[in-house]
């Protein structure tokens, strides 16, 4: 079974800290997604990457970094959070492009509260 | 910039009934997933669509793509409360590592 696992299921900081969230994966996946999901806004893409050491921007990036020192870690960061920030946090993986079926897996899901 | 529409955005029916969600999608893709979500939890993947015409099914979901009017449908056949839950599809594109969500369909199944 393909797993992708979050540091954290549920998470309580505050105003101005440095977060980080964590997500490994074990199935050697090239490509890994940090998503928000708020209620009435789906899910937003903060931030993805496609290789090691690379990462590219998505709709929401702002107060956000990331990091990916390793094929099966990929971190979010929040550099000084803020209690807009408070939200369920959902980490992906799916597997390179170029093959036929690329369908991306989730882990549990960190709930991050701001105060 | 590929747009994902579904439709409904909310569902309540009746156990015992037929209903169709609709994934619509803007750009040309022959790749369409749907994920489902319960409350307070990730999504798990239901049913990948590799091509036109591909039809999945599993208990009382259907799914189906056609990839030539971009839309993929999700179908529930005598709908029971464990399907409860809020539905998503998503698209991506060959060159693109993103996949682009619908706004999902939340549904609730009533006794």
């Known amino acids: 079974d393909v797993k992708v696992t979050q540091s954290s299921r549920y998470l309580v900081k505050r105003t101005g800290e440095k977060v980080f969230l964590e997500c490994v994966q074990d199935m050697d996946h090239e490509n890994m997604f940090w998503y928000r999901q708020d209620p009435g806004l789906g899910l937003r893409l903060i931030y993805f990457s496609y290789d090691v050491k690379m990462k590219e921007k998505g709709d929401i990036p702002e107060g956000y970094s990331v990091s990916r020192e390793k094929k099966e870690r990929f971190s979010l960061i929040l550099e000084s959070a803020s209690t807009n920030q408070t939200s369920m946090y959902l980490c992906?993986?799916?597997?390179?492009?170029?093959?036929?079926?690329?369908?991306?897996?989730f882990g549990q899901g960190t709930r991050l509260t701001v105060v | 910039e590929l747009k994902v529409e579904q439709n409904p955005l909310f569902l309540s029916m009746q156990e015992g009934k037929n209903y169709t969600i609709y994934c619509n999608y803007s750009t040309t893709s022959d790749r369409l997933y749907w994920y489902r979500q319960d409350p307070g939890k990730s999504l798990e993947s239901l049913f990948v669509l590799l091509s036109n015409g591909a039809v999945k099914q599993e208990g009382r979901l259907m799914a189906s793509l056609d990839t030539k009017a971009r839309l993929s449908t999700l179908h529930i056949t005598a709908a029971v409360h464990d399907l409860s839950a809020t539905y998503f599809c998503?698209?991506?594109?060959?060159?693109?590592?993103?996949?682009?969500f619908g706004t999902g369909t939340s549904l609730t199944v009533i006794p």
């Open positions: 992906a993986s799916s597997p390179y492009r170029s093959l036929l079926n690329t369908e991306a897996f």
């Open positions: 998503a698209v991506d594109l060959s060159l693109d590592p993103q996949f682009y």
